[in-house]
């Protein structure tokens, strides 16, 4: 029988119910138990692959191509566990899926209305969701509901939660509530109020917490932690204090030590050992402890809103724990760049240079310029999709005499497309879902700086996106000293390239930053740490 935990949020947004899930899972998955996760959302749209970062901050791509929530991809750094198309539910989505049954016919004279067919819906959902993207099923379901308890939108869903043990047994449910217990500094206190309302507004919808997971800069003390108990119906050991961490890799840890996993596995009548967090407990020590550190550039469009980039700033994070070294970030705006008329006043002095993937022209120059930059002056250069197709252009336009080479998404009727549309994609009018999205193999070139890196000849890796490498242009970048270094496996595309001509060059089409973890720190990104480490040695002997 799977158990379910549901997570809610309470009194206010970005409280981290995300990290609070996939720091659940992480326990679970330390005490020998399998798990999964699902992210019910509650806005309107069918998935975020539409909206701007801006509004929604990364889309997090799975290896089966689903545009998710960025919130997976926690889930899937703290845990061995593989996310899919049926791990992430919009109330879009839940709608189209009611309405499409409905104009079918589906529901034909059985009700007036389909409302009772959306929480039926988001069961069935969440029943899907558990199964796991194998089918098997496993241990523990972890679901985190996005929002915050009192949002309208939220509502069908904490109602399909409310209902949930009526199907599965309410011995098999545990409700987290993450909720804010603020320190005011005025009155020299801290304040359990918030989380009592918050809670009262749970308990309206009918769900009775059974943990509260209290975000907190000082560990709440046992009187206040008595009082919320009281107040909050809950039991006093489930109230926990989720203290403000330096790492937020040591959020599994500081919850273990509150007793989250102990109260849970009793909760819900798991069998279990104690975790074994060995592991763990070594990749936090790792990064709170550097040896040594590297600042990375990164020149990219969305400078002012880290959210839209988070994978990549942990994977980098990860790309520094197997040489114990720090990376500082240095955000650059690719529009300043080329404002300024050159990368060598916003890039002088960093020992790295990303350029990340991206849509759409704005900060295009700059991001070409960047890779001018790292290229003429030996500086460690990794790119990433878009990045990938700005290092084209760049030796189109600057090596190989095509001065006008540009990507088609820009100018579509440029002089030298060494960008294209995706053969074979040129109908596609639908914007949702239509990219070359998720998983796809890739074979590497036989000493390549790729395949050293990587340390094997095939590969597979997630992608996003719907422009691709000309190969009508094979032949004359090559000759300009691009390498190709990776293909899909019958040749038609390419996938990597890079510069032997260069120290560390290397860009690639697809995203690796979706398969890194602090465990399993991706190849590339440590490579590239690794070699931004020996040039800044380098730079400073
Ligand atoms: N805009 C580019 C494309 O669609 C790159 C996409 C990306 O960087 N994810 O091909």
């Known amino acids: ?55 929604h901050g990364e889309v997090y791509v799975t290896f089966d191509g689903a545009e998710t929530d960025l919130d997976l991809g926690h889930y899937e ?48 959902s969440i029943l899907l969701g558990a199964r796991g993207t194998d089918g098997k099923g496993v241990d523990v379901c972890i679901v985190e509901i996005g929002g915050t308890v009192g949002d309208i939108e939220s509502l069908p869903f904490l109602e399909a939660i409310r209902q949930f043990p009526f199907n599965v047994g309410r011995g098999n449910v545990a409700y987290c509530h993450v909720t804010l217990v603020p320190f005011v500094k005025v009155a020299g206190e801290i304040k359990t109020k918030p989380t009592q309302h918050s809670v009262n507004k749970l308990r309206e919808i009918g769900i009775q917490p059974d943990v509260l997971l209290c975000r907190a800069e000082v560990a709440i003390p ?21 203290r403000d961490v330096g790492n937020i890799y040591e959020v599994p840890l500081a919850l273990h030590a509150e007793g989250l996993d102990d109260i849970l596995v009793r909760r819900l ?28 550039a990164l020149a990219g469009k969305y400078v002012e809103l880290h959210e839209a980039y988070k994978s990549l700033g ?56 960047a890779v001018r930059y790292a290229r003429e002056h030996g500086v460690p250069f990794f790119g990433i999709c878009l990045g990938m197709q700005c290092a084209v ?26 960008i294209h549309f995706l053969p074979g ?21 036989p000493g390549s700086l790729a395949e050293k890196t990587y340390g094997t000849a095939h590969i597979s890796e997630r992608h996003r996106h719907r ?17 190709i270094s990776g293909a899909s496996p019958d040749g038609s595309l390419v996938e990597i390239v890079e510069r032997p001509d260069h120290p560390w060059f290397l860009a690639v089409q697809f995203h690796p930053e979706f398969q890194s973890s602090p465990v399993t720190p991706h190849p590339v990104f440590a490579g590239f740490v690794a070699a931004a480490l020996a040039h800044k040695k380098k730079a400073a002997a």
């Open 425 to 445: 994609q040129e109908s596609v009018g639908n914007k949702g879902g239509t990219m070359r999205l998720g998983a796809y193999d890739c074979d590497l070139v």
């Open 314 to 369: 942990e994977a980098l994070t990860h790309g520094g724990i197997p040489g114990r070294t720090r990376v500082n970030l240095k955000w650059v705006d690719a529009g300043e760049i080329a404002a300024r008329g050159g990368a060598e006043a916003g890039l002088a002095g960093v020992d790295g240079i990303l350029v990340p993937g991206g849509f759409g022209e704005r900060g295009i120059d700059g991001k070409i310029e």
């Open 393 to 418: 252009i760049e030796t189109a336009r600057n090596l190989a005499g095509l001065g006008k080479a540009n990507s088609s998404e820009f100018v579509p009727d440029t002089l030298h497309p060494v």
């Open 1 to 55: 029988m799977t158990k379910f935990v549901f997570i809610t949020g309470g009194v206010l947004s970005s409280l981290g119910k995300g990290i609070a899930a996939a720091s659940i899972g992480n326990l679970m998955e330390a005490r020998g138990l399998t798990v999964t996760f699902l992210k019910l959302d509650p806005y309107v749209n069918v998935d975020p692959g539409t909206m701007s970062p801006y509004q």
């Open 467 to 483: 422009y691709e490498f000309n190969n009508d242009y094979r032949e004359r970048l090559e000759k300009a000293g691009l390498k």
């Open 269 to 296: 009548g798991l069998e279990c050992g104690e975790p074994d967090l060995t592991n763990w407990r070594r990749v936090v020590e790792a990064i709170d402890h550097p040896r040594d550190e590297v600042t990375i």
């Open 222 to 242: 046992d009187s206040h932690k008595a009082k919320l108990a009281l107040f909050c119906n809950v039991e006093q050991e489930g109230v926990i204090t989720a």
């Open 77 to 124: 750094r703290y845990t061995s566990v593989r996310l899919g198309k049926n791990s992430n539910f919009t109330t879009g989505r839940i709608y189209h899926s009611v309405i499409t049954k409905e104009r079918r016919g589906d529901y034909l004279g059985a009700t007036v209305q389909v409302i009772p067919h959306i929480t039926d819906e988001i069961r069935q």
